[in-house]
C-alpha cells in the first residue's frame, strides 16, 4: 500500500483519478472514519454513504462500504449518485452519525473526493478533520484496514440499500409550497452540467405548468466541454438557450449539486454574490423571516447592508462552509452563504443545497411577479449597485511564502488611489478602502491558486482594484 498524504481541505480530500485517488487510499480514509466513529461512541448509529456521477464513483463508494462494513458499522449505501445535500439530508432522516460522500465537486472529471459530513449532515469542523487525518496517518503506517465484501455485508444485514430522495422530496415540499409554485406558468431550463443534480427540479415541479427543460443532463464523467463549475464561463450554452427559447431562467448546478449558478431572462449570468443577497431578501421581504445570516469574508457586503436594512446580525467566517454551519447552528441563522455559490438555509440542513436555494428563487420570482433581472434592480433599490469579481492564478509552493512575505513585510496605506482605513488576516490579506470597495488576497484551500477578489461600487473600480492586486503579489 503506497504512503500517502491524504489532508482534509475546506471540504474533504480530493486527487486525481489513478494517480493518488485510489481504492488503497478510499480504503485508508474510510477506515479512519471508522475508527473516528468508535472513538467518538457514535459507530452504533450507522453511516450514510453516498456518492457523484464521476468515473467509478460508486466503485469508490462500494470500497468505503466493505470498509465501515468490515468495522461491524452498518452502512446505508445510496441505490445511485445523488447530490451531496441530498446525501447530508439521509443523515438525520435516518439517524445515522454521518456520510461519507465521493465527489470532487466542481473539479474537472479527472478528480475525484472523500467528503465526510457530521451527524447534522453538515460539513465537520476542524478538530474533526484533525482527527481523521491522525488516524489516517497511522493506518498508512500500521496497514490495518478492516474489510467485508459487500455481498457478504449485505447478506448479513451490514449493508442494506437507500433511496435518498424520497425524504428529501418529502422535505423540500416542506420547505416550499410546490403545489402553489408548480401553478406559476413558468418556462425553465436547468443544466445539471453531467452531474448528480440530474432529474431533480423535474421531479419536484412535475404536473403543473411549469415547463422544465435539462441539458446536459445524462452521465458523462469527463464533462466534455465544460468544467462543472457553475460560473458564467461554464454556462455559455445556458444562456444561449435560455434567450433562443424565451425562458424565464436557467438554473444551473456543479457536479454534486451543492452548489447553484443562475442566469436571468436575458441570458446575463446573476453572480453569486447577487444571489446570495437576492436568496437573503427573499427570507427577509417575502416570507417575513428573521435571525442571523453568516458570510464568509469572501462574501458580498450586500449582506451586511441587508442586515442593517432590517434589523438583523451578520457574522463573517473564513471560507469553507465548515465554518459557516456551526455559526449557522449556534446563532439559529435564517441562511448562510459563501463566494463560491454554496448557501444552505434554517429548518433544514445546515449544508449547501442548490436545489432548495433553487426553488426558493423561483418561490420569489413566483411571489413578486418579477423576472430575475428585475429582482436584481430591486435589490439594488434596497442596498445600492454591487460589482464583484474574482481572478485566480496558479503558483508554486515557493510563491506563495514570497507573496505572504511581501504582504507582511509593512504597512500598505493605499490601493488604487484609495486610502486603506484596515486590513483583515482571517483568511488571507483583506484590504478595506475608504470609499467602502475592498480588496482580498488569499489562497486556495484545495487547490495549488492564489485568489484576488474585489468590490465596489462600478464595474471599473473593481479592474482597477484586481489590477493593483495582481501588481501586489507580483503575477
Known amino acids: 500500500m503506497p504512503e500517502t498524504s491524504i489532508k482534509f481541505g475546506t471540504d474533504g480530500w480530493r486527487g486525481i483519478i489513478a494517480e493518488d485517488f485510489t481504492f488503497d487510499n478510499v480504503r485508508i480514509c474510510a477506515q479512519g472514519v471508522a475508527d473516528y466513529l468508535k472513538q467518538s461512541g457514535l459507530s452504533e448509529q450507522g453511516l450514510v454513504i453516498g456518492y457523484?456521477?464521476?468515473?467509478?464513483?460508486?466503485?469508490?463508494?462500494a470500497a468505503a462500504a466493505e470498509v465501515i462494513a468490515g468495522n461491524n458499522i452498518r452502512v446505508h449505501l445510496c441505490l445511485k449518485p445523488a447530490p451531496t445535500p441530498v446525501v447530508s439530508f439521509a443523515v438525520p432522516a435516518t439517524k445515522a452519525a454521518g456520510a461519507i460522500i465521493i465527489t470532487a465537486s466542481h473539479n474537472p472529471g479527472s478528480w475525484n473526493g472523500f467528503k465526510y459530513k457530521s451527524q447534522m449532515g453538515a460539513s465537520v469542523p476542524d478538530e474533526v478533520t484533525s482527527e481523521l487525518e491522525?488516524?489516517?496517518?497511522r493506518i498508512v503506517r500500521d496497514q490495518q484496514i478492516k474489510r467485508l465484501a459487500l455481498d457478504k455485508a449485505l447478506k448479513k444485514g451490514l449493508i442494506d440499500h437507500i433511496d435518498p430522495s424520497i425524504p428529501y422530496f418529502k422535505q423540500m415540499g416542506q420547505l416550499v409550497d410546490l403545489e402553489e409554485l408548480r401553478l406559476q406558468k413558468l418556462k425553465i431550463i436547468v443544466d445539471p452540467m453531467y452531474g448528480a443534480g440530474s432529474g431533480y427540479f423535474k421531479e419536484l415541479l412535475k404536473g403543473g405548468n411549469i415547463e422544465v427543460t435539462e441539458i446536459n443532463a445524462e452521465r458523462n464523467p469527463s464533462f466534455p466541454g465544460i468544467q462543472p463549475e457553475p460560473i458564467a464561463k461554464n454556462l455559455a450554452r445556458l444562456s444561449r438557450l435560455v434567450v433562443e427559447r424565451k425562458a424565464h431562467i436557467g438554473l444551473a448546478s456543479d457536479g454534486d449539486a451543492d452548489r447553484i449558478g443562475i442566469v436571468d431572462e436575458k441570458g446575463q449570468f446573476l453572480n453569486q454574490h447577487q444571489v446570495f443577497a437576492l436568496l437573503c431578501l427573499y427570507l427577509l421581504d417575502v416570507?417575513?423571516?428573521?435571525?442571523?445570516?453568516?458570510?464568509?469574508?469572501t462574501s458580498t457586503d450586500m449582506i451586511s447592508r441587508l442586515g442593517k436594512a432590517f434589523g438583523v446580525p451578520v457574522?463573517?467566517?473564513?471560507?469553507?462552509?465548515?465554518?459557516?454551519?456551526?455559526l449557522m447552528m449556534r446563532e439559529n441563522a435564517i441562511v448562510g452563504g459563501e463566494e463560491s455559490g454554496g448557501y444552505?438555509?434554517?429548518g433544514h440542513i445546515p449544508e449547501r443545497d442548490s436545489i432548495l436555494a433553487g426553488l426558493y428563487f423561483l418561490d420569489f420570482m413566483a411571489k413578486t411577479h418579477k423576472t430575475p433581472s428585475q429582482l436584481l434592480d430591486y435589490l439594488y433599490s434596497k442596498v445600492g449597485p454591487h460589482y464583484y469579481e474574482r481572478i485566480d492564478s496558479h503558483i508554486t509552493g515557493g510563491k506563495r511564502q514570497s507573496i505572504i512575505d511581501r504582504l507582511s513585510s509593512g504597512p500598505i496605506d493605499t490601493i488604487a488611489d484609495t486610502r486603506v482605513t484596515r486590513m483583515d488576516t482571517t483568511?488571507?490579506?483583506?484590504?478595506?478602502?475608504?470609499?467602502?470597495?475592498?480588496?482580498?488576497?488569499?489562497f486556495s484551500g484545495t487547490e495549488p491558486l492564489v485568489r484576488l477578489y474585489a468590490e465596489s461600487e462600478s464595474t471599473e473600480k473593481v479592474k482597477?482594484?484586481?489590477?493593483?492586486?495582481?501588481?501586489?503579489?507580483g503575477v
Open 52 to 61: 457523484d456521477t464521476r468515473f467509478a464513483s460508486e466503485d469508490f463508494a
Open 134 to 137: 491522525k488516524n489516517i496517518a
Open 287 to 297: 416570507r417575513g423571516e428573521r435571525g442571523a445570516m453568516i458570510k464568509t469574508l
Open 315 to 326: 457574522y463573517e467566517t473564513p471560507v469553507g462552509f465548515k465554518y459557516v454551519a456551526p
Open 344 to 346: 444552505g438555509f434554517r
Open 427 to 442: 483568511d488571507g490579506f483583506r484590504f478595506f478602502l475608504a470609499d467602502e470597495s475592498w480588496l482580498l488576497i488569499r
Open 464 to 473: 482597477t482594484l484586481l489590477n493593483e492586486g495582481k501588481r501586489l503579489i
